[in-house]
């Protein structure tokens, strides 16, 4: 009975539009992360390159609230999606669909921060509430194993995506069939390099995770800004930080591409 109900929401054609909102506001996002990267590497940026950073910056444009609503409902669902997705797609692998759980985790979470933001908490996906939070769990054996578990969980989702996108496995969900042979090869390129781009740019933030739950020390744990505003003192870290920005914008056009032609109910 579950996976029949599963199987309808993945057939759903609201569904599948609301989800593919979800694919526009990650594009948005990134978009966003890889302007406030490109500012903190250029020395005149003002707002953090994290979660933060986007949502504040998204907020202070006209009609920014209501992207922000949009943005949650759409993650929220795109999210939904990866679950049913991971649940009821029986064509693919054990192991991409744990990493299409895995995502789905990702993406309910981004919903939450947002909504979070929306509701009046302007620390939401902060650093500030990063560096209290990794306070808070360190405190407890639970809390530690918390962490590491979503650490894990970073680590492994971006190794997996890093694999395909090295493999090219991350194109099956694609439907390109449309698109003439330069076209496609066009829309394979920027995914794989986004693709690679994001992952490369979140696993330290997974790793730093499990290694402060492992030495319990809160400060070991680092967000996204915290990592780049480390990185932009050196002159080869500055480098590192525009090679970030652009790959973020990059990963910010491709997320536009598979709001077209993503198959997002598949369990890839």
Do not use: K
């Amino acid at each position: 009975m579950l996976l029949r109900a599963v199987q309808r929401f993945r057939r759903s054609d609201v569904a599948q539009l609301v989800a593919r909102g979800g694919l526009l506001a990650r594009g948005l996002l990134y978009l966003v992360l890889a302007y406030l990267a490109a500012s903190l590497a250029a020395g005149w940026g003002s707002r953090p390159a994290n979660a933060n950073g986007a949502l504040t910056t998204v907020s202070a444009q006209p009609a920014g609230w209501a992207a922000l609503v949009g943005a949650a409902v759409g993650f929220a669902a795109f999210g939904l999606m990866r679950l049913a997705g991971a649940y009821g797609d029986r064509t693919v692998g054990r192991l991409r669909r744990l990493s299409t759980a895995g995502q789905a985790v990702c993406y309910l979470a981004m919903s939450a921060v947002t909504v979070s933001f929306l509701v009046g908490d302007r620390r939401a996906g902060s650093s500030r509430q990063s560096d209290s939070t990794a306070v808070l769990l360190v405190s407890s054996t639970t809390g530690r194993l918390l962490m590491a578990a979503a650490g894990v969980v970073v680590v492994c989702v971006c190794t997996w995506q890093l694999r395909l996108a090295w493999q090219g496995g991350y194109a099956d969900s694609l439907d390109t069939t449309g698109l003439s042979g330069s076209a496609q090869v066009a829309a394979e390129v920027v995914g794989r390099v986004g693709i690679i781009a994001r992952a490369a740019a979140v696993l330290p933030v997974g790793a730093l995770l499990v290694l402060a739950a492992w030495q319990a020390r809160p400060g070991t744990a680092r967000d996204l800004d915290q990592l780049l505003d480390g990185l932009v003192h050196d002159p080869g870290g500055r480098v590192l930080v525009w090679t970030v920005a652009a790959g973020f914008l990059v990963f910010a056009l491709y997320s536009l591409v598979e709001v077209r032609y993503r198959q997002v109910h598949a369990g890839d």
